[in-house]
């Protein structure tokens, strides 16, 4: 008997297209569950992912994605606390330790031990995915798992990352990058009272921001957005929120935050940025960095949109199609965030359309 296939997109050389290949589908060892994907989205961590963009590389060869959601359909043994059948989402933070001090005080994010799904583990652009039942996404019933697949990374890390700036309902958050992440960030700010700035590079992308509740929008390619966003916020945002996936946003940022305001980093670009250390030490600023979020800020965040005071706005695309959306997501051309489609509907979502490469 041949042990069952899946199909899946492997980076095998940074840089270079993902290839579509056939897997054996992994078997859950003791402590492990498998997940089928239903979907995952496409997160621009993936790209610099593929580009092995970061300090620290993952193994070759890998299958990226950390928004996967889907149904347990086997538990290793021991496994408790999930059981077949029951929709989970396996997301960035894989797994940690448990029992580290960082762990110990609901700072797991930071574990010294942690593993990250589709980078040190693979991923969701897989049709099955071995997860650890300690780290799932919990999807509430009445979300879809479309709708739910953004929310485990790019929502949970702007749910987390608006709370680090520490502005209070009724005052001003500007959020630079209005994509993936960005487009979810302005409606967590307005559900949590806040003022929104939408910064970006894109008029298109800073239509839908006021669409979707941005009280200001500013375009950093067409005036200055420091100076337009303290001029709009009668003197700068009291917190900030970086999600552009570009250096020149961060400058940017620190520009725009109010005196005693915090600016939260969330972008990845790779490189490092000049601070005005005389600005930020006479205005009593902050700067801090804000990493995905933890297993209760996860719970936190898809209670919002099952409550239905956030929607992620998704485009839905083949497995195949996973290196025309890295080509336009390099290029700032997806609206807000596309999510592969596992669940079969439609033509171009048949396995037929995938051209498979044996491995
Ligand atoms: P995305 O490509 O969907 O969106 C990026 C947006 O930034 C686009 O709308 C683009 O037009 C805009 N932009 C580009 N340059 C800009 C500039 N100079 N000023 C203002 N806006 C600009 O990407 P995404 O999926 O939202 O991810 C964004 C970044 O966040 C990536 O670097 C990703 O790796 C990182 N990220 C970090 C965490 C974390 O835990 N810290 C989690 C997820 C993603
Ligand atoms: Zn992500
Ligand atoms: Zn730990």
Known sequence: MSPRKMQCAVVT?????????????????????????EACGVCHTD????????????????IPGHEAIGRIVAVGAGVKIVKEGDRVGVPWLYSACGHCDYCLSAWETVCGEAEFGGYTKNGGFAEYVLADPNYVAHIPAGL??????????????????????????????????????????????KAMGLQVCAV???????????????????????????????????????GVLITAPSLSAFNQGVGMTRKRGTCVLVGLPPGNFPLPLFDVVANCITVRGSFVGTRKD??????????????????????????QVFERLAKGDVPSRVVLDFTGNGEAHTAQALQLEAL
């Open 144 to 189: 879809g798992p479309k709708e739910a697949a953004p929310l485990i990374c790019a929502g949970v890390t702007t749910y987390k990352g608006i709370k680090e700036t520490q502005a209070r309902p009724g005052e001003w958050i500007a959020i630079s990058g209005a994509g993936g992440l960005g487009h979810l960030a302005i409606q967590y700010a």
């Open 298 to 323: 996860m719970a936190e965040c898809l209670a919002f949109a099952a409550e239905g005071k956030v929607k992620a706005d998704i485009e839905l695309q083949p497995l195949a199609s996973i290196n």
């Open 13 to 37: 050389a940074f840089g270079q297209p993902l290839s579509l290949q056939e897997w054996d589908v992994p078997t859950p060892g003791p402590g492990q569950i498998l997940v089928k994907t």
């Open 200 to 238: 970006d590079i894109d008029d298109g992308k800073l239509a839908h921001a006021k669409r979707l509740g941005a009280d200001l929008i500013v375009n950093a390619k067409t005036e200055d957005p420091a100076e337009a966003v303290k001029k709009g916020t009668n003197g700068g945002a009291h």
């Open 47 to 62: 790209l610099h992912a593929r580009n092995g963009d970061w300090p620290v590389k993952p193994t070759l060869p890998f």
